[in-house]
């Protein structure tokens, strides 16, 4: 069962696809279709979270996503810093402004690069 699920994910693992997914699993291991709504959903609330652990687990080790990466308070803000640039010069992109167009394949070659990395991608005038 867990290869189908994996399979069914296909890297893009919605919030709707995986309660879906874990409902699905639920309902398969019922005892009969006539089971009442009120102890399915009780069944439902008592597995959830166990459910849904195997699944991060499983989408971690099999599409490398989902880690619990524990961030502390500077690094988050770090991040929120990097994310909100990028989303700045997105926005200059799609704007009409007035760059080059060797600059503007310049900033979208190097978005989402290291530091270390676009440093080595210098560019000349």
């Known amino acids: 069962m867990n290869s189908n699920i994996s399979a069914s994910l ?19 291991s ?11 959903k009780l069944k439902w609330e ?3 979270n166990e459910l849904s652990e195997k699944l991060r687990i499983m ?6 996503i989902g880690h619990d990466w524990q ?3 500077k690094q988050e ?3 929120y810093e990097y994310y909100f640039a990028n989303e700045l010069l997105i926005n200059c992109l799609n704007s009409d402004s007035d760059i ?4 503007r394949s310049y900033i979208e ?5 290291a530091i270390a990395e676009i440093e080595q991608c210098k560019v000349t005038d």
Request: net charge positive.
């Open 10 to 28: 296909s890297g893009k693992a919605t919030t709707i696809k995986v309660r879906r997914i874990l409902q699905l699993k639920i309902f398969s």
């Open 30 to 40: 019922t005892t009969s279709f006539e089971e009442d709504a009120n102890s399915w």
């Open 46 to 48: 008592r597995n959830f």
């Open 59 to 64: 989408l971690v080790k099999h599409r490398n």
């Open 71 to 73: 961030f502390n308070k």
């Open 77 to 79: 803000e770090l991040l």
């Open 100 to 103: 080059t167009l060797k600059f």
């Open 109 to 113: 070659d190097t978005l989402l690069l």
